[in-house]
């Protein structure tokens, strides 16, 4: 019999999953139809290159981790494995008092792994540098389950440490609030190094495999991230996969029969399975089980990108760097800048700069209601001392995220077995991918996706 699989949202976990999907029944020769239900006209949600004048623009995502296998793997399987590119690396910045400091050499997510740059850097006082290497000394933290990033990192090296460097190298991940966000779910390797060693210091000294010439830990396409989204969609086979774009799923009802998702344009889509492959509120909003409902601390933060392209000679910074981080004691709206022309040389056309800055912190929701002048005024305010800006920008692209940034909590990982579970049992051949639940990156987004592919043949 025909398996009728509904995937609701068309960004790239939706799209790697409708994949998977076609990829696996080809293999195995089951019948399969699949709908992919997209709100927006376009597909790609998050993921959005704008190429314009010779630049390449990516107004959301612009790197995947290479570290996290499935990213790059999907990539070479959709023939893209030419237009790779690897970041140039570059020193890296922690805006603070008005000056940038370089991320000393050696941290890991910025815990130190060696003494002597911490205690060079200007980063920290006095005081909290004596506090960071504490860590040597303060015995293990104990039995714990989950806790906040900020409360873990803060026993152990401090809150200068944690303000300072832990924080801002973080936000760029999860635009969170550190003191909330779950340790277990964001960065679980350092439980284990603290539950064997104690000190992190130690512990990742032991651990990290020494590295000569530090290669760049990011791949991008240089035809831009879209190119991913693109392919996807061309390699749908339209006899299995019908792409219903400018339509939103309004309603989601069980009966007998399986599932039936009500659209936006009148029209409703019968499936014996489901994958909610959007943000969490909308897939809780549309199932309506009481059991998936979150009592949030934090709604998901919103975020802008605000990209601006110089004459090169309009611009100047640090020729060895490729942008910087915004200490969190920092009164500023911008939260990080990337040099992107000196990061991804193939963004911006010869002669040419391209600066990217980020605003969006949980504590400042309205700032994304500001027009895009005001973005752009204030991105180049807050940049000047540390990079001297002569012309005004040949042009600017602002991009809001509202509710971008999903927010995990402490426990998530808890919660997200038990939906999961509660899920399986009530809302049987349902499933929940994306960035909401098990990962914020591309590559995570692609597992999930490829999880729940898996899960669907299989049963
Ligand atoms: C500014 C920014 C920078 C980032 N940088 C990076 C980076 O460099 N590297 C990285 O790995 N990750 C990065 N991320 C994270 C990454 O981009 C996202 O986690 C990922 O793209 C999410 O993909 P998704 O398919 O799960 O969700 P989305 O991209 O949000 O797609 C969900 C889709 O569902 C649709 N939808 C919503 N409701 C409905 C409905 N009712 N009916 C039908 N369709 C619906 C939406 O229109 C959307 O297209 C960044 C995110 C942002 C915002």
């Not at 590119?85 to 997510?109: C, E, F, Q, W």
């Not at 401090?158 to 964001?186: C, K, W």
């Not at 391209?354 to 400042?364: A, E, F, Q, T």
């Amino acid at each position: 019999m025909t398996k009728r699989v509904a995937i609701i949202g068309g960004g790239i976990t939706g799209l790697s999953c409708a994949y998977y999907l076609q990829q696996r029944t080809a293999e195995s020769g089951d019948g399969l139809r699949i709908t992919l239900i997209e709100a927006e006209d376009r597909l790609g949600g998050k993921v959005k290159t704008l190429r314009r004048d010779g630049f390449v623009i990516e107004r959301g995502p612009d790197s995947i981790l290479k570290r996290k296998p499935e990213g790059l793997e999907l990539v070479e399987q959709l023939g893209l494995g030419a237009d790779v590119v690897t970041n140039r690396t570059g020193r890296s910045y922690i805006l603070k008092d008005d000056a940038l400091h370089p991320i000393p050499d050696g941290s890991v997510m910025g815990v130190p792994t060696s003494l002597r740059p911490l205690l060079k850097s200007g980063l920290l006082s006095m005081d909290g540098k004596a506090r960071a290497l504490n860590d040597l000394f303060i015995p293990k933290l104990g039995d714990f389950d989950d806790l906040s990033v900020g409360e873990f990192f803060r026993k152990r090296l401090g809150d200068e440490m944690v303000d300072h460097l832990i924080g801002p190298l973080l936000s760029g991940i999860y635009a969170g609030d550190i003191d909330q966000l779950s340790l277990e779910a964001a960065l679980p390797q350092f439980i284990n190094i603290e539950k064997r060693y104690g000190s992190l210091i130690l512990g990742l000294r032991e651990t990290m495999p020494k590295r000569g010439k530090s290669e760049g830990q990011f791949a991008t396409l240089t035809t831009g991230l879209n190119a991913v989204i693109d392919a996807l969609a061309d390699a749908l086979d339209s006899e299995a996969v019908s792409i219903m774009t400018g339509v939103e799923a309004e309603s989601f009802e069980k009966d007998d029969n399986g599932y039936y998702i009500g659209l936006s344009d009148g029209t409703a889509v019968e499936a014996d399975y489901v994958v909610f492959a959007v943000p969490h509120r909308v897939a809780e909003r549309l199932i309506g089980a009481d059991f998936l409902r979150r009592d949030r601390v934090a709604p998901d933060t919103s975020v802008a990108t605000i990209a601006m392209a110089f004459a090169r000679e309009d611009v100047e910074m640090s020729k060895d760097g490729t942008g910087f981080v915004v200490s969190r004691r920092e009164p500023k709206a911008i939260t990080a800048s990337t040099w992107t022309h000196l990061k991804w040389p193939h963004t911006a056309p010869e002669g040419k700069a391209l600066i990217r800055c980020y605003v969006g912190k949980p504590n400042d929701p309205g700032i994304i209601e500001k027009t895009d002048d005001e973005l752009v005024a204030i991105a180049i305010k807050e940049m000047s001392g540390t990079v001297a800006i002569k012309g005004e920008p040949d042009f600017a692209v602002v991009t809001r995220w509202p509710l971008a940034m999903p927010q995990y909590p402490v426990g998530h990982k808890r919660w997200l077995a038990e939906i999961t579970a509660r899920l399986a049992r009530d809302f049987p051949n349902v499933y929940l991918a994306g960035a909401s639940y098990d990962g914020v990156g591309i590559p995570d987004c692609i597992r999930q996706a490829r999880s729940a592919a898996q899960n669907i043949t299989a049963s």
